[in-house]
């Protein structure tokens, strides 16, 4: 039987939306499904390769044949990022991460105050998963893809993004399109690769490109992964 152009090849996905306490009830998240993602490790394990999928709380089952980590906050991810990537030969950042947790989540539940019509919640920044993944030293670097949902200017801030977290390719796509991006089944992207060597800052002729019309997500990903 044929084994698939990936095979012998280790895949880490991130998937999904992560989770920011605020107190033992309440959280700060969005509304990634993790379709993309959980698409993209179905797609991976098809083409042969050994996948593991990093995953914040979503309504989707493992995929059959791929290595699924379940976590809920940006710090959990981060760490378990930290600890497949050095083994892997690809890493795909499709979680949708919070920038911003709590910076302390209340130990118990956070009461409404009589009197008080305004709470402040202060929030501090989360690890950057992905250009955490990018910096590795060379030798434990795997390939770096990331995603870029955007609502407006969708490729300048996805040259952006390739550039400031020294990532090899990003996938943008516009999340602001009826039907497409976070939730739907179909998603439409245009692919941004870096063909010249990562030290050099990207301009826009050092670049490929490459579009892919709207179509169900699990043969995106495919397009994506070949
Ligand atoms: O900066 P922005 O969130 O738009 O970048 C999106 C890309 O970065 C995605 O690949 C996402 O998975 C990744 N990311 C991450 N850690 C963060 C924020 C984003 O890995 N804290």
Not at 67 to 83: D, G, I, N, P, S
Request: proline share 7%.
């Amino acid at each position: 039987t044929d084994k698939g152009p990936a095979s012998g090849l280790t895949i880490t996905i991130t998937a999904g939306p992560t989770r920011e306490p605020l107190d033992p009830v309440r959280y700060l998240s969005n509304h990634s499904s993790g379709k993309m993602g959980y698409a993209l490790a179905e797609a991976a394990a098809a083409l042969g390769a050994r996948v593991k999928l990093i995953s914040g709380p979503v309504a989707l089952a493992c995929p059959t044949g791929v290595e699924c980590l379940e976590v809920e906050t940006a710090r959990e991810m981060h760490a378990a990022a930290q600890q497949l990537a050095p083994e892997s030969d690809l890493f795909i950042g499709c979680a949708a991460v919070a920038d911003y947790r709590a910076e302390t989540a209340a130990e118990h539940k956070i009461k409404k105050v009589e009197g008080e019509d305004a709470l402040t919640l202060r929030l501090v920044k989360n690890p950057d998963i992905i250009a955490a993944v990018a910096a590795l030293p060379e030798a434990s670097r795997p390939l770096v893809v990331g995603f870029a949902a955007e609502t407006r200017d969708v490729e300048r801030y996805a040259r952006d993004k390739l550039a400031r977290k020294g990532l090899d390719m990003v996938v943008a796509n516009d999340v602001s399109c009826e039907g497409l991006g976070f939730g739907a089944d179909d998603n439409a992207a245009v692919l941004l690769w870096r063909a010249g060597p990562r030290q050099s800052s990207p301009k826009g002729d050092d670049l490929g490109r490459d579009a892919f019309p709207p179509q169900p997500k699990a043969r995106l990903a495919e397009a994506i992964l070949r």
